[in-house]
Nanobody, 123 residues
Framework: QVQLVESGGGLVQAGDSLRLSCVASGAFYNTYAMGWFRQAPGKEREFLAA????????DYADSVKGRFGISRDNAKVRVYLQMDSLRPEDTAVYFCVASQTSSHIRNGRPEWWGQGTQVTVSS
């Protein structure tokens, strides 16, 4: 079993930046793709970003392209989500995910999910 634990969420003002972090443990292999989703109140979970095991290929949802950046550090078994120019509509619970392939993440079907971290952006 793979465990994913997110951190770095909190309350910020519009226009601020925030960096989320996720550490993987358990039966996790650095060959796994990783990514981020979010879920706002009353809305479905939304794909945000994915990154291949080498970090060479990244994929973003149009809604965050240019504002959010995903990266990973395989030595630390971590994935990060840098969020800039935050908006009130970015308020949501943010989830770290892992999968054997990045396509599973893009299609909303990653095998493993973290518990989530709350991000609140005030106007």
């Amino acid at each position: 079993q793979v465990q994913l634990v997110e951190s770095g969420g909190g309350l910020v003002q519009a226009g601020d930046s925030l960096r989320l972090s996720c550490v993987a443990s358990g039966a996790f292999y650095n060959t796994y793709a990783m990514g981020w989703f979010r879920q706002a109140p009353g809305k479905e979970r939304e794909f945000l970003a994915a990154i291949t095991w080498s970090g060479g290929i990244t994929d973003y949802a149009d809604s965050v392209k240019g504002r959010f950046g995903i990266s990973r550090d395989n030595a630390k078994v971590r994935v990060y989500l840098q969020m800039d120019s935050l908006r009130p509509e970015d308020t949501a619970v943010y989830f770290c995910v892992a999968s054997q392939t990045s396509s599973h993440i893009r299609n909303g079907r990653p095998e493993w999910w973290g518990q989530g971290t709350q991000v609140t952006v005030s106007s």
